[in-house]
C-alpha cells in the first residue's frame, strides 16, 4: 500500500487512453490500477468492501468542498478596483473552479452502479446474495454499458441533475 500515486498509474489506462481521447476528442474512459483490498481482513466482508468502495467517491466530494471553499475565498480576496489581487485571484479561481467540477464529476460517475465502477461495488455490498450475482454477472458488460450510457447521451441525463445540485450546495 503507497499514497505515491505513481504506483497506480496503468500504462493504458492512465497514460495512453487519456493521450489519445485528448489529441482525438474521442471519448475514452480511463483508469487506474485497482487497490488491492484483501476481504480476510475485512470483519464484515460484504458490508466493509462497500464502505472501502464508496471511499473513492466520498474523497473526490471532500476534495470539491475544499476546492469550492477556497475558490470562494479567492473570490472574496480581491475587492473592487483591486488590479493586482484580481490578477492573482482569477487564475487561482479557474484552477480551483476546474479542481472543484472535476471532483464532482468523479465522484458522481463514479458511484454510477454498474461494476466495476465504485458504484457497482457498493451496491454488490447492500443487496441480498440473489440480486447480487446478478449485478457481479454484468461486470465483464459494464464498460460497454457505460459506454452505451454515454453514447446515447443518457449518462448526461441521468447524471445531470446530481451534478447540478451538488455544485449548487458548493455555491460553484
Known amino acids: 500500500m503507497s499514497l505515491n500515486p505513481a504506483v ?5 489506462g492512465t497514460l ?8 482525438t476528442g474521442v471519448p475514452l474512459i480511463g483508469w487506474a ?6 476481504p480476510r481482513y475485512l470483519k464484515h466482508p460484504k458490508r466493509d468492501f462497500a464502505l472501502i ?15 469550492a471553499a477556497v475558490l470562494q ?10 488590479i493586482v489581487g484580481g490578477a492573482l485571484t482569477g487564475p ?4 480551483f473552479f476546474t479542481f472543484t467540477i472535476v471532483n464532482v ?5 463514479n458511484m454510477i452502479p454498474v461494476p466495476p465502477l465504485d458504484g457497482g461495488n457498493v451496491l454488490l455490498g447492500v443487496l441480498p446474495a440473489g440480486p447480487a450475482r446478478v449485478v457481479e454477472q454484468l461486470r465483464p458488460y459494464g ?15 441521468l447524471l445531470g441533475p446530481l451534478v447540478f445540485y451538488i455544485r449548487y450546495i458548493l455555491g460553484v
Open 105 to 109: 464529476l468523479l465522484a458522481v460517475f
Open 73 to 82: 475565498a479567492s473570490r472574496n480576496a480581491a475587492g473592487p478596483g483591486d
Open 8 to 12: 497506480h498509474v496503468d500504462p493504458i
Open 33 to 38: 490500477k485497482p487497490v488491492p483490498v484483501d
Open 16 to 23: 495512453l487512453f487519456p493521450l489519445i481521447a485528448f489529441f
Open 53 to 67: 468502495a464508496a471511499a473513492g467517491p466520498a474523497s473526490n466530494l471532500i476534495m470539491a468542498a475544499i476546492g
Open 143 to 157: 464498460i460497454l454499458i457505460l459506454y452505451a450510457l454515454m453514447l446515447t447521451g443518457a449518462l448526461s441525463t
Open 92 to 95: 487561482l479561481g479557474a484552477l
